[in-house]
């Protein structure tokens, strides 16, 4: 984890007077427009601790960032910019996304319970757009979907979004205007409202982590995704990045550290966290009451959802994080390619080859070769499986990171403490002694062949 510059860490300020298209809110209170503030570092940032307003602990948004506002006679404002970007999805692979101020996705947006909460939305696509903030409670004409409670935002105008925040817990906010191809672009990000005082369901945490899981289907060599994708993504990321460029989760040992995922993607995910059990704690409709958790090591995430988990971090070592739907944790995955395990290919292979000198094996063992293979790729492509650890080869991409747990981390610090130093004895290793013989069953003697019949259609139905 790198520092993020300096220009999003600063607070708003009031810019010239401006006139505003606005949603019901008094003309006398908008005395300008905030400055909007961008960022296009895809390091994760510090938590962006309050200056203004009431105090909370603040998230730390994976690869992302806190969208800083300004206090306006007592109410938070803050700026978002909906415009074309272009992400780093890994490095050497970046793709034309749609997002908000320079990002996909777009900042973290973070209150308190009971702010009144004033956003600007200024639109810079090609296209009308809105926001629906996922899960709030609010006025009716604030929700967001163009056409029913609002006339959708002009190219080139800024709309304003005012109403309080009612209720603790985390959110996401999108588009609802043309969302098929907006979310597809990259068009979403989170929102956090921190509880104004102790709640009974909420335990204070010494890591507070956020981040979404999102999807893209672009073609190697491209860089834009296919907007009429349904079902069959290649790219799997949490917050527009695929493994190994997504950053670690690094904490000290017996933190008690919280995790909010969401996912607007179009397939549910299981999240899987190894060397730890935790709790569910919250979902999109709040916390959770303690009497109906339970551990587990795999929650699912739906379309749509939001999921806070919350462990004590008490096993140190690096431990993996990720979807466990294998196919999630590969980029620039091909769905036509051929199961070729145990195809004797010997003798065929350098035929081929005379017809295609480029012609390489694949399969016939597993793809696991594929990990440490500089095979060549279209440029703009992300490798299918990546990454190494101090074993070698991880042989994963898409969902997956790394949890750090460290005896030696100080409270507050995020930096990635680089590879983890077993203790003598407590890695696996190679058995060197005799094996014992493998039993294998009897083979049958009976050499019938097996009875079958064929069912036949007839005119009138089925014949044997």
Known sequence: ?????????????????????????????????????????????PPLVPQ????????????????????NKGVKEFHLVAEPVVREVSPGFKVNMWGYNGQSPGPTIEVVEGDRVRIFVTNKLPEHTTIHWHGQRLPSGMDGVGGLNQRAIPVGKTYVYEFEARRPGTFMYHPHADEMVQMAMGMMGMWVTHPKAKHP?????????????????????????????????????????VFPAIDTLNVRLNDRVRIRVGNLTMTNHPIHLHGHEFLVTGTDGGPTPPSTRWYEVTTDVAVGQMRQIELIADEE??????????????????????????????????????????????????????????MPIPDNTAPMMTGTGQFGPLEMGGMFTVFKVRKDQKPGDYEDPGPYKFPEGTVAYEWNGALPPTPRPAASADTTPAAATAIKPTAKGMSH
Not at 54 to 71: A, D, E, I, S
């Open 317 to 374: 070592g690096d431990w993996a994080m990720h979807c466990h739907k294998s196919h999630h944790t590969m980029n620039a995955m091909g769905h036509d390619v051929p199961t070729m395990i145990g195809v004797d290919h010997r003798g065929l292979v350098k035929k081929i080859q005379k017809v295609a000198p480029d012609y390489m094996l694949m399969g016939e063992r597993g793809m696991a070769d594929m990990g440490e293979m500089q």
């Open 1 to 45: 984890m790198t520092n993020t510059p300096t220009n999003s860490r600063r607070q708003f300020f009031a810019g010239a007077a401006a006139s505003v298209a606005g949603l019901a809110v008094a003309r006398s209170a908008l005395a300008g427009l905030p400055e909007p503030v961008i960022q296009t570092s895809v390091d994760t940032a």
């Open 201 to 241: 369901h909420i335990s204070e945490v010494d890591r507070d982590f956020c981040f979404l899981l999102n999807a893209f289907d672009v073609e190697p060599g491209s860089k834009t995704p296919k907007v009429n994708t349904m079902t069959d993504f290649n790219i799997w990321c949490w917050n527009s990045r």
């Open 52 to 71: 203004s307003g009431r105090p909370y602990n603040p998230v730390v948004t994976l690869n992302g960032w806190t969208l800083p506002w300004r206090m």
